[in-house]
Every structure is written in structure tokens, then in C-alpha cells.
């Protein structure tokens, strides 16, 4: 048990960070729009990526070389840029601002879902190499607690944001309000992808 407490505890800490996958689920939630979808694929990357990383860490350690999270780290710039670019196109250009009105395919929002949740190289770090690297030590069935209460804190915290965001939407019915929160994506996104920017030119530094 106390293997498993330490997961759960580690776990949360790592994924409390704000980031660009987190505000994703927050934005479905508001917009009430698969939630539920969003959350489980979130949380169920999570469970994947941190077993991986549990049990074949000596692996992935050799095989996510500098190139391959210089790789990732463009995906995601330019993954980033075509988000944003839709968001300040829906700001400028459209009259009717309520995003809630907006509707997506069930398609769509999977794709911008494992977008956000796999081209992040940050995801790796925080679930494979970090998770992977401190258990590395525990003999099986610690690694298996460690694991569980890892995954078991990502189910929580993702379902958590997830449907507290889709409750507060009941009280966030202006178009003024919703000017706000795409203005907030916007500048946050715009941030981390400067940030990605810095790291792909550290590379060729």
C-alpha cells in the first residue's frame, strides 16, 4: 500500500503542471463536447505510457535519443500553430463567438486529443523517463502498486477538470465570457509554443 500511495502522490504532482493537454480538456469541458471520450483517452494514455515506463525504462532511455524529441518537439509547433491559427480565425472572423455552438466530430476531437497527449515530448518525460527511472529499483509487484497509483491519480485529476469544467459552463453563458477563455487559450498556446520554438533552436546551439 504505501508503494501504491507513493504512485498516487508522484503521479499528481507531475500532472498537476499546467499544460497545453490539460487546457485542452478543460476547453471540452466547458464546451461539453465528449467529455467523457477526452477524459478516458487522457487517463488511459497516462496508464499506458507510465507502465511502459515502469517496466521497459532501461529501453526507451537509449531509444528516445535528441533527434527524436527534436522530431516530436516540430509536431507539436506545428500542431500548435494550425490550433491557434483556428482559434484567432474563430475570434476575427466570426460573429457569433459562443463556442458552445461550435460542434466537432467525434473525429476530431479523438485526433486533437492523442495530438495533444502524443506529440508532446513533455508527456514522456514526466510519465516514461521520470515514473521509469524512479521505480526502477522496486522489485515487481512494487512496480505494479507504483503503476496503479500512478494511473489511478491520472484517472482522477483528467475526469475531475474535465466534468468540473463542463459543470461551470452552466454559468458561463455570455459571449463576452467566452471571448475570455479563447483569448486565454490563445496567449497560453502561444506561450508554450514559443517555449517548443527555444528548444528546437537549442538544439542546433
Avoid at 453563458?173 to 506561450?191: C, G
Wanted: glycine share 6%; with cysteine; aromatic share 20%.
Amino acid at each position: 500500500m504505501t508503494y501504491f500511495i507513493l504512485g498516487f502522490i508522484t503521479g499528481l504532482s507531475l500532472i498537476l503542471a499546467l499544460g497545453a493537454q490539460n487546457i485542452f480538456v478543460i476547453e471540452q469541458g466547458l464546451k461539453k463536447e465528449f467529455v467523457f471520450i477526452v477524459c478516458l483517452i487522457c487517463a488511459l494514455s497516462d496508464f499506458l505510457l507510465i507502465f511502459l515506463g515502469i517496466f521497459i525504462f532501461n529501453y526507451f532511455q537509449y531509444f528516445f535519443t535528441p533527434l527524436i524529441e527534436l522530431i516530436l518537439n516540430i509536431l507539436l509547433l506545428i500542431f500548435l500553430l494550425n490550433f491557434m491559427r483556428r482559434k484567432i480565425y474563430g475570434e476575427i472572423y466570426k460573429s457569433n463567438l459562443d463556442i458552445k455552438k461550435t460542434k466537432h466530430s467525434l473525429t476530431a476531437v479523438v485526433s486533437k486529443t492523442l495530438g495533444f497527449t502524443y506529440l508532446n515530448p513533455h508527456v514522456y518525460s514526466d510519465t516514461v523517463f521520470f515514473l521509469g527511472n524512479f521505480s526502477k529499483d522496486f522489485i515487481l509487484n512494487q512496480k505494479i502498486l507504483f503503476g496503479i497509483g500512478a494511473s489511478i491519480s491520472s484517472f482522477i485529476f483528467f475526469f475531475t477538470i474535465g466534468y468540473m469544467s463542463k459543470f461551470l459552463s452552466n454559468y458561463l453563458k455570455t459571449i463576452k465570457i467566452w471571448k475570455i477563455i479563447n483569448i486565454f487559450i490563445i496567449i497560453f498556446m502561444s506561450t508554450l509554443a514559443f517555449y517548443v520554438l527555444i528548444n528546437i533552436f537549442n538544439f542546433f546551439n
